[in-house]
């Protein structure tokens, strides 16, 4: 009895330690610029192994597979290994998901791990080591063109990472700067190119990875945030190879820019001008027609238009004023604008397009621009000259003579502008006959007793409606078949939904022709019945075929014509089907 025992605890103990999957890390507490090592261990070969997304780390190596079977005293121990090398991105608890493998059609899952991130910490170095370290060999500044600019003056940001007797090869963005209260424009960077430059007194290679114009639109202390780089570089040591040339470690560093602030000038209140929309910079103002001289019928085109530096796409253009006679559509804005370190320069245009209603010399008022000259530290006001429109005939306007007509008092009121003028009074009595105890209020207060009878009408219908199950499963099965039939049409570019749809719209069809249940579907049964109700025999030997057809045809080629004759014919057999039954 005691050996079987031992026996049922020994194999119960062996399930027990079948399948093992488990992650160790080599600490749980780290600084924000130490590595972690992570293995994902088990003791048997699973499969599909999947990797967690390690959120709030960044792998920098990994995963490496190790694989170890040995043999000891008649039994056999399996071990497989895949080890990953995380550095942290922020500080905090973070916790590293669990991973899975599949074996034997089971999913085994690893128990999730804490890990405590810290500030930065000082490393330990080898006093034998003269290695050179990257902390005072890499650099990321970012140049501000202007610190105090007024709103909507360009400055530009250029970042630049320095590096000496050090190498870089790879460069991630940790935080992105932001910009916030700024317009903003990337300049492209075509090709990053290392060059020579002196930085904190000392010879340095740098290269510029990124430049960004700003404009800032509105006035105060404004932060421009950080851009945070993770840079891979190599550090020569002081070993050597055998053939006696220098060694290298590869490790990666985090360098940030630094937050920026800007202190932002309000434009002078002082001379600003009422027309004033936010225009900065230099500018040249010009109003043109495309033609003063027209036929009625004809059209013309009034550009407004503005040329020069500055924040050209951050204003708005002034709207002209043109006399009734002349029909002014809603503006076009068309830009031909291009951004470099310098900022905004190009030309920026409204088009309008004017129609003419009446013949006629129509001028068009002058235009007034005004602007921020950020060289003279002013305001200044450019005007377009008085545009004269002649239209040469059509219809004369006639509005201003009649307005002249009426004031003088003559009797000239026949023009047919006041034929829609009502000259017959309708009046209507002031004290209105009482709702209560009127024909509409008896109505109303019969109502809903005419309404009783009706309702019980209703209520018999839907209870004798209810009672219909075989009734109920015939509607159901042919808004079924239809409701596929309409699917089958929709996916004719798709081949095997379009055949599973149209076997179901076939199927349900004679669910509630012939009152047959699913399990009731074999081609033989069917047969039977449909000859039963007097189908036609050639219609019956077509449904049953392309019934066999959907099955065959969703796991073969089929091209768009043959999918379209297949949906064709099954409209054409269900018809016949709908006629002969």
Request: charged share 20%; net charge positive.
């Amino acid at each position: 009895m005691k050996k079987f025992l031992f026996i049922v605890l020994w194999s119960f103990q062996g399930l027990l330690a079948q399948v093992q999957f488990e992650a160790k890390v080599s600490k749980t507490t780290l600084g924000l610029n130490e590595r972690l090592r992570i293995d994902f261990a088990m003791n048997i070969d699973g499969d599909n192994f999947n990797e967690p997304s390690f959120d709030g780390f960044q792998v920098i190596a990994g995963p490496s597979q190790q694989v170890s079977q040995s043999w000891i005293n008649g039994r056999s121990s399996f071990e497989k290994i895949y080890s990953y090398y995380l550095l942290p991105n922020r500080k905090g608890i973070l916790t590293i998901k669990p991973a899975t493998i599949e074996y034997n059609g089971q999913i085994y899952k690893t128990t999730p791990i804490k890990v405590t991130v810290t500030a930065a910490v000082e490393q330990p170095k080898d006093p034998n080591d003269t290695s050179i370290s990257a902390d005072n060999n890499l650099y990321l500044i970012a140049t501000i063109s202007k610190t105090n600019p007024y709103v909507n003056e360009p400055i530009t940001v250029v970042y630049k990472l320095y590096f000496a007797n050090i190498g870089i090869s790879n460069f991630r963005e940790l935080n992105k700067p932001k910009y916030n209260d700024f317009w903003s424009q990337n300049i492209e960077i075509k090709q990053l190119e290392a060059e020579e430059g002196i930085f904190k007194g000392e010879n340095y290679r740098y290269v510029v990875l990124k430049k960004v114009v700003l404009y800032p639109q509105k006035s105060g202390k404004l932060i421009i945030e950080p851009l945070t780089l993770d840079v891979d570089v190599q550090l020569p040591t002081n070993r050597r190879d055998i053939f006696g040339r220098m060694l290298l470690s590869e490790t990666s560093k985090k360098v940030s820019a630094g937050a920026k602030t800007i202190q932002v000038r309000p434009l002078p209140e002082s001379g600003k001008p009422d027309d004033f929309t936010g225009a900065v910079g230099t500018f040249d103002f010009k109003v043109t027609p495309s033609k003063t001289s027209l036929k009625n019928g004809e059209s013309l085109d009034l550009l407004v238009h503005v040329t020069g530096k500055g924040n050209l796409k951050l204003f708005s253009l002034p709207k002209p004023v043109v006399p009734n006679a002349l029909e002014m559509y809603d503006a076009v804005h068309q830009e031909s604008v291009t951004t470099s370190l310098a900022g905004m320069s190009g030309k920026i245009t409204d088009k309008y397009a004017i129609v003419p209603q009446y013949k006629g010399n129509y001028p068009i008022k002058p235009l007034r621009f005004s602007y921020f000259d950020l060289n003279s530290g002013s305001y200044k006001t450019l005007s377009s000259p008085e545009i004269l429109i002649q239209v040469l005939n059509g219809p004369t306007d006639t509005r201003a003579t009649d307005s002249l007509s009426i004031a003088s008092g003559t009797n000239t009121i026949h023009t047919p502008q006041f034929a829609n003028i009502k000259t017959n009074t309708e009046l209507k009595p002031t004290n209105p006959k009482d709702f209560f105890g009127s024909t509409t209020y008896f109505w109303l207060l019969l109502l809903p007793f005419l309404g009783i009878p009706l309702l019980i009408l209703f209520k018999n219908k839907k209870e004798a409606f209810d009672r219909d199950i075989v009734g109920s499963k015939i509607r159901n099965n042919n808004r079924l078949a239809k409701k596929y039939l309409s699917q089958a049409k929709k996916q004719t570019h798709h081949k095997e939904l379009f055949y599973i749809a149209l076997e179901k719209a076939m199927h349900n069809f004679l669910k509630a022709k012939l009152h047959m249940e699913t399990s009731e579907m074999s081609k033989d049964n069917i047969k039977t019945i449909l000859l039963d109700k007097n189908a036609n025999p050639a219609t019956v030997d077509q449904f049953i075929a392309l019934t066999e057809n959907c099955e065959i045809a969703r796991y073969a080629p089929a091209s768009s014509a043959a999918i379209q004759n297949d949906y064709d014919k099954a409209v054409s057999i269900i018809a016949s089907l709908e006629k002969e039954i």
